[in-house]
């Protein structure tokens, strides 16, 4: 079984300033990562996941996140955030072999203030 | 092109009812995974069809069943309804079952279980 933790439940920081958004995960087996971003009364758009190969992803609005198979790591970065970036942000890994089930976070509430 | 598009967006019902919530796929994807969003929690994976047959499923009862059409499109069924079925339940569709694949998710159907 898997299971996904985010350290931060809500995360505030000033436009502009960097932000990290933290994601602690456990399995038995090999796993992909993703990063989602919710916007209010829509549905989870993916912003970046991990495969293989470099162990820094880029992805859309910005925002990279690096994995850390010794830390069981995949925390979020982004160097300026806008006012935009405001929403829920949510960790999920899918085992190598079971593509189906993917296994989310409770997420984080990022808010941007002027 | 259409992404997914999931139906109604609002649903109240009272316990014990019946309730059916519709997905449509995004244009050319074959794949449809459903999930149970309480509030303030990440998705939950409920089950996943792909030809017309349920694939995968998670820790749900057999009240929460499923249909996939020749069209892919998708139905999710929920039987007797409880106080705690009440949640934003989301679709997401993909290509096929590789692992790695992204998800595209529709914005969901709010239910609410009085």
Sequence with gaps: AQSVTQLDSQVPVFEEAPVELRCNYSSSVSVYLFWYVQYPNQGLQLLLKYLSGSTLVKGINGFEAEFNKSQTSFHLRKPSVHISDTAEYFCAVTPHTNAGKSTFGDGTTLTVKP | ?114
């Design chain 2, 1 to 114: 092109d259409a992404g997914v598009t999931q139906s109604p967006t609002h649903l109240i019902k009272t316990r014990g009812q019946q309730v059916t919530l519709r997905c449509s796929p995004k244009s050319g994807h074959d794949t449809v995974s459903w999930y149970q969003q309480a509030l303030g929690q990440g998705p939950q994976f409920i089950f996943q069809y792909y030809e017309e047959e349920e694939r995968q499923r998670g820790n749900f009862p057999d009240r929460f069943s499923g249909h996939q059409f020749p069209n892919y499109s998708s139905e999710l069924n929920v039987n007797a309804l409880l106080l705690g079925d009440s949640a934003l339940y989301l679709c997401a569709s993909s290509l096929g079952l590789a692992p790695g694949y992204e998800q595209y998710f529709g914005p969901g159907t709010r239910l609410t279980v009085t």
